[in-house]
Nanobody, 115 residues
Framework: QVQLVESGGGLVQPGGPLRLSCAAS????????MAWYRQAPGKQRELVAA???????NYVDSVKGRFTISRDNAKNTVYLQLNSLKPEDTAVYYC?????????WGQGTQVTVSS
C-alpha cells in the first residue's frame, strides 16, 4: 500500500514563497511520475507540475518561472517550491504518484495567498 503525506501549506502574502513536500511510503515502482495538482473552490483539479523518474518536467503555463518541482529519489519525496505567489494560486494542493497499474493521492494541503 502506497501512502503520500503532504506538508508545507499555509497562509502567505502575495509575492511570498512557500515550499510543499510530499513523502511517499510503501512499495513504489522505480518508473513513476510524481506530480502536484491543485483545486481552487468551484474549479476543476488541474495539474500544476510533474516530474518523471527519468527527470522530465512539465509545468502548467500559469506557474512557469515561479514554481519549481524537484524530487529526492532516495527519500521518495517530491517538493514544490512556490515563489512570487499570487492570490489566484490559492487552492488545495495535492500530491500524486502515478505508476504502471496504480495512481495514488495525498490528502491535500491548503495554500492561501492573501494580504
Amino acid at each position: 500500500q502506497v501512502q503520500l503525506v503532504e506538508s508545507g501549506g499555509g497562509l502567505v502574502q502575495p509575492g511570498g514563497p512557500l515550499r510543499l513536500s510530499c513523502a511517499a511510503s510503501g512499495r513504489i515502482a522505480s518508473i513513476n511520475v510524481m506530480a502536484w495538482y491543485r483545486q481552487a473552490p468551484g474549479k476543476q483539479r488541474e495539474l500544476v507540475a510533474a516530474l518523471t523518474s527519468g527527470g522530465r518536467i512539465n509545468y502548467v503555463d500559469s506557474v512557469k518561472g515561479r514554481f519549481t518541482i524537484s524530487r529526492d529519489n532516495a527519500k521518495n519525496t517530491v517538493y514544490l517550491q512556490l515563489n512570487s505567489l499570487k492570490p489566484e494560486d490559492t487552492a488545495v494542493y495535492y500530491c500524486n504518484l502515478a505508476i504502471i497499474g496504480g495512481d495514488y493521492w495525498g490528502q491535500g494541503t491548503q495554500v492561501t495567498v492573501s494580504s
